[in-house]
Nanobody
Framework: QVQLVQSGGGLVQPGGSLRLSCAAS????????MGWWRQAPGKQRTLVAR???????TYADSVKGRFTISREHAKNTVYLRMNSLTPDDTAVYFC?????????WGQGTQVTVSS
């Protein structure tokens, strides 16, 4: 079994920054693709950023140039640095880990961008 524990998030003003963390533990032997998703009220969960097992990162067009996904291998932790936040970034953010045919999810964390 794999557990993903998220931290970070909260309330920030437009133009501000936040960093989310996602620590993986459990039955993990190796490096796996991980991602950050978000879900706004009444909308589907969408992929924000993804980092491959080779540490190649990809981003949704809406966050390119503002968000950065990174990984710290020694801690089995992935981060999402979010800059220049706008109210449209308000959502619950989830991290994910893909291992073989399974996808594991973090508990979700609220990010609210408001003045």
């Amino acid at each position: 079994q794999v557990q993903l524990v998220q931290s970070g998030g909260g309330l920030v003003q437009p133009g501000g920054s936040l960093r989310l963390s996602c620590a993986a533990s459990g039955n993990i032997f190796g490096i796996y693709p991980m991602g950050w998703w978000r879900q706004a009220p009444g909308k589907q969960r969408t992929l924000v950023a993804r980092i491959s097992n080779g540490d190649t990162s990809t981003y949704a067009d809406s966050v390119k140039g503002r968000f950065t996904i990174s990984r710290e291998h020694a801690k089995n932790t992935v981060y999402l640095r979010m800059n220049s936040l706008t109210p449209d970034d308000t959502a619950v953010y989830f991290c994910s880990l893909d291992r073989m045919t399974s996808t594991y999810w973090g508990q979700g964390t609220q990010v609210t961008v408001s003045s």
